[in-house]
C-alpha cells in the first residue's frame, strides 16, 4: 500500500472546479491509475481533501503508486519541481498494536437506512445531518473497526466534528447528496487487523467520492 499527498493549487480554475465536484475529483484520482480493478486484497483506492486556511492537499491510499503528472497540469504548479509525494503505507501498518494510542482524521458520510415509507418496499440511505447524529454514527461502528475512543478530559469522548458539508451531483441521470463529516480525536487501538482494514479499506460509504479515508499520526505532547 501506498500513501500519497499531493497539494493543490486552488489559485487555478481547473482546481476550483475539481474541489467542488466529487465525481470530477474521482476521475482525477482514478486516472492516475492503469484500468484494473478498484479493490484488490491488499485494500483500495482511497481519498481525502485536508483544507486549511489558504491551502487544500489531497491524500490518496492505494495498493498500486499513483503518477499524478496529469494532476499537477490541471491543478498544481507545473513549472514547480514540486509534484507529489508518495510514501510506502506499510511500515505503518505493519507497527499497529494492541493498546496503542495514536490521533486520527476521518472524513466520512455517516448514515442510517430506513424505508421512505411504511409501505416501501426497499429501504433508502439517508444522511446524518446533526452532530449528535453524526458523533453516535461514528461511536457506535469504532469497536468493528478495531478501535474504541477514549474519554477527554471533560468525561466526553475524545472527538471532534471539524467540518459538516453537503455536496450535491448527478451520477449516471440520478441527482446525489453526501453529507458528510470530518472527525479529529484520538482513538485506541483494540484489534490490529481490523484497524488496518479500516486503513486501506475505508470506512462507511461513499468512498469513491472522498470519504472513508482514516488516517494516524502521533500524538503530540505538549
Same mark, same amino acid.
Given at each position: 500500500m501506498h500513501l500519497t499527498r499531493f497539494e493543490i493549487n486552488t489559485a487555478?480554475? %481547473?482546481?476550483?472546479?475539481?474541489?467542488?465536484?466529487?465525481?470530477k475529483l474521482h476521475a482525477?484520482?482514478?486516472? %492516475?491509475f492503469p484500468p484494473q480493478p478498484a479493490t484488490t486484497n491488499q485494500g483500495r483506492v482511497l481519498w481525502r481533501v485536508d483544507h486549511t486556511q489558504h491551502q487544500a492537499a489531497l491524500f490518496i491510499v492505494s495498493p498500486h503508486r499513483p503518477d499524478l503528472t496529469h494532476l499537477v497540469e490541471q491543478a498544481g504548479w507545473p513549472t514547480s519541481h514540486h509534484t507529489w509525494d508518495t510514501r510506502d503505507y506499510q511500515p505503518l501498518l505493519d507497527r499497529l498494536a494492541t493498546g496503542q494510542h495514536w490521533a486520527f482524521r476521518l472524513k466520512a458520510n455517516p448514515t442510517a437506512s430506513r424505508?421512505?415509507?411504511p409501505d416501501a418496499a426497499r429501504s433508502q440511505r439517508f444522511g446524518h445531518v446533526t452532530v449528535a447524529q453524526q458523533t453516535a454514527w461514528l461511536l457506535t461502528r469504532a469497536e468493528q473497526h478495531g478501535f474504541t475512543i477514549p474519554a477527554g478530559e471533560h468525561k466526553e469522548p475524545d472527538l471532534a466534528i471539524r467540518g459538516r458539508e453537503q455536496a450535491s451531483f448527478t451520477r449516471q441521470g440520478r441527482n446525489v447528496t453526501l453529507t458528510? %463529516?470530518?472527525?479529529?480525536?484520538h482513538l485506541h487501538i483494540t484489534d490490529p487487523d481490523a484497524l488496518r482494514a479500516a486503513l486501506t479499506n475505508g470506512i462507511g460509504p461513499a468512498r469513491a467520492y472522498g470519504c472513508g479515508l482514516l488516517t494516524l499520526a502521533p500524538i503530540r505532547h505538549a
Open positions: 487555478r480554475r %481547473a482546481s476550483r472546479s475539481l474541489l467542488t465536484s466529487p465525481q482525477a484520482v482514478m486516472a %492516475a424505508r421512505k415509507t458528510t %463529516a470530518l472527525y479529529q480525536g
